[in-house]
């Protein structure tokens, strides 16, 4: 029997409307892909995925490195379609085009290394292989269409496998463009698919379908649950990267001038639609009216615009409900600190905004909001600054702004989150793992392992006996 996750109750959309968020304009219509037509790219994908796999591993890390170098060659034009279809900043939107191509040339690297052991037995030799799992469906979130599209797809296709990528119904375009620049570097048809179409219908059909192997997902914490309890009743695997709440701690032997300097960054980049985003500031009593005096004119110094203007650094957010969904947590009456601003007109802009906390358990210190809205929150010891950082069911990300080599080493260990950075905000990184605790997520993606996640341990006892 199958797990039931909430399904939208009207009719099928046949297509999607792409808009570009600054100026509200249609920019193009994607037919959504229906369930029959799931079934029918699971069954293109088995043949090509096993023609794919018994190919030479230096003949699949070339074809990934072609794939990476066209991705190269396109990576302007990828940057532009994101800028338009996502809002983002030029360029944040090359850096990501840049991102999608240095992981495949990593995960290339990697076809060569997924080794497996010799483990000393008595009585003979005993080996384990890496065995692809078949057929992979990674399904993408809107707010980074481009990198996270490939996190899944890079190191899932470099292990041997298939993949079919479900892009978000708001961000299909890029994704659609590398399944073109897939297949122009010499992929083969059907192993790596694009399949538009909304989360209820095609995202559903790919995780039903016993065809698919793993589901990959990256999205909200409620989304995420019903994907993984429909897949238990397959027993599928599953990896899934969730919401965050993200704390930003800077102790009073800080350099509070950098770390001033550099907190719009850590929840302002891409408008503050980002699961690592620090957007809980807990700052040291002793400091913290100096780091307030800091802050604002490093917020004010955001410039939100045009996306395609290179100067801008603060674009839209992505539609008119996720604009109302940030303006929810932001009352009239609520005690702004510091507010930017944004232009007038067409768009879906939200300004820069910092809060002071106000009474426990505020929606705006608790939830994700994901926009540009970050409270801040005096603390008084190291004590208080991890019951702080805790307190909240997500654990993704973080950051810790210390002089202290030892404050530094044990706050990291104290806090419950996975990815944390000490004076700086860097999270990401294709060479290391990312992934979170609590309700942040499941399993681990990128890194040197990042192989591995997308093959079943085969072990083989060869007796020398008998």
């Not at 469906?137 to 079919?164: D, E, H, K, S, Y």
């Not at 073109?180 to 039903?208: I, K, R, S």
């Not at 930003?248 to 639609?273: W, Y």
């Not at 996975?418 to 890194?447: C, D, I």
């Amino acid at each position: 029997m199958r797990t039931p996750i909430a399904v939208h109750d009207e009719p099928q959309v046949r297509e999607h409307r792409v808009v570009n968020p600054a100026t509200e304009e249609l920019i193009a219509t994607v037919p959504a892909t229906t369930p029959a037509e799931v079934d029918a790219a699971v069954r293109r994908a088995a043949p090509a995925q096993r023609r794919w796999a018994a190919l030479a591993p230096a003949d699949r890390a070339r074809l990934l490195r072609r794939f990476a170098a066209a991705v190269d060659t396109a990576a302007e034009e990828l940057a532009l379609l994101e800028v338009r279809e996502a809002g983002h900043p030029l360029g944040n939107a090359r850096w990501e085009a840049g991102n999608v191509r240095d992981l495949l040339d990593y995960a290339a690297g990697g076809v060569e290394r997924l080794t497996g052991r010799q483990i000393p037995v008595a009585g003979g030799l005993d080996v384990t292989f890496h065995e692809p799992l078949g057929t992979v469906a990674v399904i993408a979130p809107w707010n980074f269409p481009m990198p996270v599209a490939a996190w899944g797809t890079a190191p899932a296709l470099a292990a041997g496998n298939a993949v079919l990528l479900k892009p978000a119904e708001t961000t299909p375009l890029t994704a659609l463009r590398l399944a073109e620049l897939a297949l122009d570097a010499g992929l083969p048809a059907g192993l790596f698919q694009v399949l538009p179409g909304a989360g209820p219908v095609t995202g559903t059909a790919l995780v039903d379908h016993p065809g698919v192997a793993k589901v990959v997902f990256t999205g909200s914490t409620t989304v995420g649950k019903g994907i993984m309890a429909r897949c238990a009743a397959r027993v599928k695997r599953v990896t899934l990267e969730l919401g965050g709440k993200s704390p930003n701690i800077v102790f009073a032997d800080a350099d509070v001038e950098r770390a001033a300097a550099t907190a719009p960054g850590s929840f302002l980049d891409n408008s503050g639609q980002d699961c690592c985003a620090r957007s809980r500031i807990l700052v040291q009593h002793a400091v913290y009216d100096r780091f307030l005096e800091l802050l604002e004119p490093a917020v004010h110094a955001v410039r939100a615009g045009d996306p395609a203007d290179p100067a801008t650094a603060l674009g839209p957010l992505i539609s008119a409900a996720q604009r109302e969904r940030v303006r929810s947590y932001v009352p009239e009456d609520a005690p702004a600190a510091i507010r930017g601003e944004v232009p007038a007109g067409p768009g879906y802009w939200y300004p820069a905004t910092v809060l002071e906390a106000r009474a426990a358990g505020d929606r705006a210190a608790a939830e994700e909001i994901f926009g540009p809205v970050a409270v801040v929150t005096p603390f008084a010891d190291e004590e208080e600054a991890i019951r702080l950082a805790n307190a909240t069911d997500y654990g993704l990300s973080g950051s810790i702004w210390t002089r202290d080599v030892g404050r530094a080493l044990r706050v990291s260990r104290a806090v419950a989150a996975g990815n944390l950075s000490v004076n700086s905000h860097s999270s990401v990184r294709y060479a290391t793992p990312f992934g979170g605790f609590k309700q942040s997520g499941l399993g681990r993606e990128l890194g040197p392992d990042a192989l591995a996640a997308f093959t079943e341990t085969k072990n083989v006892f060869l007796d020398t006996e008998h």
